[in-house]
C-alpha cells in the first residue's frame, strides 16, 4: 500500500490527484451521518445517523449499485436497539462488527445532579456468512461508566476513542490486545496521538504501519483534521496533518482506507448542517493483474518475492498480491488455485516442499485480506515446470515463480 507518504503525495506525479467529493448516492441529509465501514468487498456500506423519527442514532446499510453508487440506505436491524447504535466497525476479514450502545445492558453511571446515566459500551457481533449475530457486550474492562466509541480491530489490537460522561472535550484513544482469551486493559495511546486536546476514532491501515486518527489541536484547518502517523515498534513518528484536499475549514473526522475500490471514506461537517460522508478516491488505473486474468484465466507473476530458502513473503510482495485480493473481492464467484513453482537448483525433494509451503503463505496472506479460503486451493510444483531451461539467475528468477488459476467457469 500507500502510506509512506503525505496523503497529497501519494500518486505518482504523473496521475491525478485524489478527488474529493460527498459519497454518491442518497446516503448524506440534513441529518449527521458518521461512521462509516465496508464490508471487504466494498459492496455494502454501513454507518450510522438519526434519521427516523425515533430520536435515536441507527446503524444503516446500503449496497453499492453497479453504476458505483450507493442505493437507498435500510436500517440494519438485527444490529439496532431502541436507543443509540452507533459507530459500526467491519474487520478486514468480514467477520467481525464492532459497535457503540447504550443499549438495555450498557454500564450506568451516577451523574452529578443525581440522576443515572446510561454509558455508551462497545458491543460485537459476528458474521455467520449470511447474517450478522446480535450484539454481545464486550467486557470489563473494555467497557466502563465512561463512553467508549469508535471502535477499531486489526489483529488482537482494539483500539477505542472514551471520554467521561457528557465531556467529548476530553476524549482520548485506548488500546486493548486480546491475550489468553481475554482483553487487556486498555492503555491510552502515547504522546504524540493523545495530547491536551481531544483526540478520536483512530485507525489503522491494513499493515499495522500507520495510524489516522482525527484532533482538534492546534495548527489545523479547522476545528477537528484528520492525521496520519508512522507507527515504529511502540511508537509513533512523524505526525501530520493530512491537508487539502482531505481537510478544509469545517471539521472531518473518521478515516478508513477500503482497499480494493482504492477509496478514503471520512466525514466532514458541512456548512450550515451536521456531519456527511466524504470519499477520497484515487482514479482507478488499469489492472494489468485482473486483465490477463480476465483474459487467459491464469497469470505467473515472478514478483512474489520470499526469503531465501523459506516460505516467508518480503513485504514488496504485497503490490502484486493486493492486484490478486482486488480481483478476487470483485469477483466474488471465482475459485482460484496458487501454485508454487521452485528454480533448477538445490534438492528436489527440498524444493517440493518449500514450493508448496509458499503457495500456502500466499494463500494465508489472501485470507488475512479477507478473502474466504474455501475459495482457494495451493499445490506445489517445485522445479517439474520451468519456464526455462537454466540455472543462471536470470533462468532462475522466471522459473521462481507464483501461478494463479481460476479453477471453475
Known amino acids: ?16 490527484s485524489l478527488v474529493v467529493a460527498p459519497i454518491q448516492g442518497p446516503i448524506n441529509t440534513e441529518f449527521q451521518e458518521f461512521g ?22 441507527e446503524i444503516f446499510k446500503s449496497d453499492r449499485k453497479k453504476d458505483g453508487t450507493w442505493d437507498y440506505p435500510e436500517e440494519a436491524d438485527v444490529l439496532n436497539s431502541p436507543f443509540d447504535d452507533q459507530s459500526p466497525f467491519i474487520s478486514r476479514d468480514g467477520k467481525t462488527l464492532l459497535l457503540s450502545s447504550n443499549r438495555d445492558g450498557s454500564v450506568e453511571v ?41 471502535p477499531h480491530l486489526l489483529g488482537d489490537t482494539l483500539l477505542f476513542t472514551r471520554y467521561p460522561f457528557g465531556k467529548p472535550n476530553l476524549a482520548k484513544v485506548y488500546y486493548s490486545q486480546f491475550k ?30 500507520i495510524l489516522f486518527f482525527s484532533s482538534n489541536r492546534p495548527g489545523g484547518f479547522g476545528g477537528f483534521d484528520l492525521y496520519m502517523a508512522k507507527i515504529e515498534g511502540e511508537t509513533f513518528k512523524d505526525i501530520e496533518n493530512l491537508g487539502a484536499p482531505i ?3 469545517e471539521d472531518e473526522a473518521y478515516i478508513v482506507f477500503q482497499q480494493v475500490k482504492k477509496t478514503f471514506l471520512f466525514c466532514r461537517r458541512v456548512e450550515g448542517r451536521s456531519f456527511d460522508l466524504f470519499t477520497a478516491s484515487i482514479p482507478k488505473q488499469e489492472n494489468i493483474v485482473q486483465k490477463k486474468l480476465e483474459e487467459s484465466k491464469k497469470i505467473s507473476l515472478d514478483s512474489v518475492y520470499f526469503e531465501r530458502a523459506s516460505s516467508v513473503l518480503k513485504p514488496e510482495s504485497s503490490v502484486p498480491l493486493d492486484a490478486i485480493v482486488d480481483y478476487l473481492h470483485e469477483n466474488s464467484e471465482k475459485k482460484m488455485k496458487i501454485i508454487g513453482h521452485t528454480d533448477l537448483t538445490g534438492n ?40 526455462v531451461q537454466g540455472t543462471d539467475e536470470v533462468s532462475s528468477k522466471k522459473n521462481r515463480r507464483t501461478e494463479f488459476v481460476i479453477t471453475d467457469p
Open 1 to 16: 500500500m500507500f502510506f509512506s507518504l503525505p496523503i497529497a503525495a501519494q500518486v505518482e506525479p504523473s496521475e491525478p
Open 110 to 150: 451516577m451523574l452529578p445532579d443525581g440522576k443515572v446515566g446510561i454509558s455508551r459500551d462497545l458491543y460485537v457481533s459476528n458474521w455467520n456468512g449470511k447474517n450478522w449475530s446480535k450484539p454481545v457486550a464486550l467486557p470489563s474492562p473494555i467497557n466502563t461508566e465512561e463512553i467508549e466509541e469508535n
Open 247 to 249: 481537510n478544509s475549514n
Open 180 to 209: 489468553g482469551e481475554k482483553w487487556s486493559m486498555p492503555k491510552l495511546l502515547p504522546s504524540p496521538i493523545n495530547d491536551n486536546y481531544a483526540t478520536i476514532a483512530a485507525a489503522f491501515n491494513d499493515d499495522g504501519t
Open 36 to 57: 462509516p465501514t465496508m464490508t471487504p468487498d466494498a459492496k455494502t456500506l454501513y454507518f450510522y445517523s438519526k434519521r427516523t423519527n425515533r430520536g435515536y442514532t
Open 348 to 387: 528436489f525433494e527440498d524444493n517440493m516442499v518449500l514450493s508448496k509451503e509458499r503457495a500456502d503463505s500466499v494463500k494465508q496472506y489472501l485470507v488475512s485480506k479477507g478473502v474466504d479460503s474455501k475459495r482457494l486451493l495451493t499445490e506445489g510444483k517445485g522445479p517439474t515446470q520451468p519456464m
